[in-house]
T-cell receptor, first 116, second 113 residues
């Protein structure tokens, strides 16, 4: 089945450690996104990428880094510079504006990061 | 850029009662409109979307929404809710030509027996 796979589902980290969250999609989508979700705050955009080897900062990029070396993959690294990393992280993908564009985002199941 | 306001952060309702979750949006360009549902510790699942045409949109699980351009609203409704509808619901808007999805803060629907 086509979809988006995020791993791990749950992750615990000690303060001062970097951690990388995986996101893989087989939908052949050009665009991929990372969102952070905290209770009562909805979804906040961390980074997005519209094409391989290119990405842009979203609203809350500080303390995070990404890469887009392959169309299918968009890993997110939560660095030790992120002051409050405990959150639920969601990866999404979409096609880009052009033929067939409907604006819809497709989401993975999420990764819950807890810093101890 | 567009924005979305969900007017209720929490909506408690009894089982089999009707429910309406309210959503207003703001945009200077033509937009697509969406409702997503999120169950605990899961990703977002598309309930329904408005692209064009009929202003009444039907989605999964018996939900429907009505696009009102003059009031810039896209309220979600269900005539009779079930316990299993308890979840977080997000309204979202994306522009026709610029892939810039914006989400509301979410409405927590709690269905009580």
């Amino acid at each position: 089945d086509g979809g988006i796979t995020q791993s791990p589902k749950y992750l615990f980290r000690k303060e001062g450690q970097n951690v990388t969250l995986s996101c893989e999609q087989n939908l052949n989508h050009d665009a991929m996104y990372w969102y952070r979700q905290d209770p009562g705050q909805g979804l906040r955009l961390i980074y997005y990428s519209q094409i391989v080897n290119d990405f842009q900062k979203g609203d809350i990029a500080e303390g995070y880094s990404v890469s887009r070396e392959k169309k299918e993959s968009f890993p997110l690294t939560v660095t030790s510079a992120q002051k409050n990393p405990t959150a639920f992280y969601l990866c999404a993908s979409s096609i880009v504006p052009g033929q067939g564009f409907t604006g819809e985002l497709f989401f993975g199941e999420g990764s819950r990061l807890t810093v101890l | 850029a567009q924005s979305v306001t969900q007017l209720d952060s929490q909506v408690p309702v009894f089982e089999e009662a009707p429910v309406e979750l309210r959503c207003n949006y703001s945009s200077s360009v033509s937009v697509y409109l969406f409702w997503y549902v999120q169950y605990p510790n899961q990703g977002l699942q598309l309930l329904l979307k408005y692209l064009s045409g009929s202003t009444l949109v039907k989605g999964i699980n018996g939900f429907e929404a009505e696009f009102n351009k003059s009031q810039t609203s896209f309220h979600l409704r269900k005539p009779s809710v079930h316990i299993s509808d308890t979840a977080e619901y997000f309204c979202a808007v994306n522009s026709y030509n610029n892939n810039d999805m914006r989400f509301g803060a979410g409405t927590r629907l709690t269905v009580k027996p």
